[in-house]
């Protein structure tokens, strides 16, 4: 058990439009999910926390208005790149904590490339 | 662990050795560890986790040491094969949390 899923796996779209990712818990519930940007040979950078029914905590440079993170069940959280750029082209990866256990599981990720 | 910018460190083994990876941090206050391995174009996936408590803990062909006097973490993977080729990050959490910190990664590289 424990399967995380991402749609789109992979998406291209042209510059200045706005790009929704989804990440989903199969088989179990999770009241946080974590949101990460991964560029070329690098690691994995936190870009927020997303807690079921309430308001998703950014890290430090992470634009909260260009990056719209709504988690409005225990299985689904969705990142919203708005208004992209080919700067925002990247591999965005989500993972989510099962209730009560505080382990994470990791989706398979999106690869975002703007054009 | 520490980012290494653009270029991850390589470790390029030969099929059936024993490969040995290693990670840093800095923070004492971590206390949980866990080493992920990450194919191309996937996620992380889990292998191993290890408590502060512990020193070291077994899977299956996998060990994770862990040395807190100076903050560093071992993968060691036994009789390496072709399809343990992937990038492999530790990741660390702090005080029960649930945030996970990612070290730079390693890409091992088996040759047949």
């Known amino acids: 058990g424990a399967v995380v899923s991402q749609h789109p796996s992979r998406v291209i779209c042209k510059s200045g439009t706005s790009v929704k990712i989804e990440c989903r818990s199969l088989?179990?519930?999770?009241?946080?999910m974590f949101w990460y940007r991964q560029f070329p040979k690098q690691s994995l950078m936190l870009m927020a926390t997303?807690?079921?029914?309430?308001?998703?905590?950014?890290e430090q440079g992470v634009e909260k208005d260009k990056f719209l993170i709504n988690h409005a069940s225990l299985t689904l959280s969705t990142l919203t790149v708005t208004s992209a750029h080919p700067e925002d082209s990247s591999f965005y990866i989500c993972s989510a904590v099962r209730s009560g256990l505080g382990t994470q599981y990791f989706g398979p990720g999106t690869r975002l490339t703007v054009t | 662990g520490e980012s290494v910018g653009l270029h991850l460190p390589t470790l390029s083994v030969q099929e059936g050795d024993n490969s040995i990876i290693n990670c840093a941090y800095s923070n004492s206050a971590s206390d949980y560890f866990i080493w992920y391995k990450q194919e191309s174009g996937k996620g992380p996936q889990f292998i191993i986790d290890i408590r502060s408590n512990m020193d070291k803990r077994q899977g299956q062909r996998v060990t994770v040491l862990l040395n807190k006097t100076v903050k560093h973490l071992s993968l060691q993977i036994a009789a390496t094969q072709p399809g343990d080729s992937a990038v492999y990050f530790c990741?660390?959490?702090?005080?029960?949390?649930?945030?996970?910190?990612f070290g730079g990664g390693t890409r091992l590289m088996v040759k047949p």
């Open positions: 990741a660390e959490i702090v005080n029960a949390g649930n945030m996970l910190t």
């Open positions: 088989d179990f519930q999770a009241t946080t």
């Open positions: 997303s807690n079921e029914g309430s308001k998703a905590t950014y």
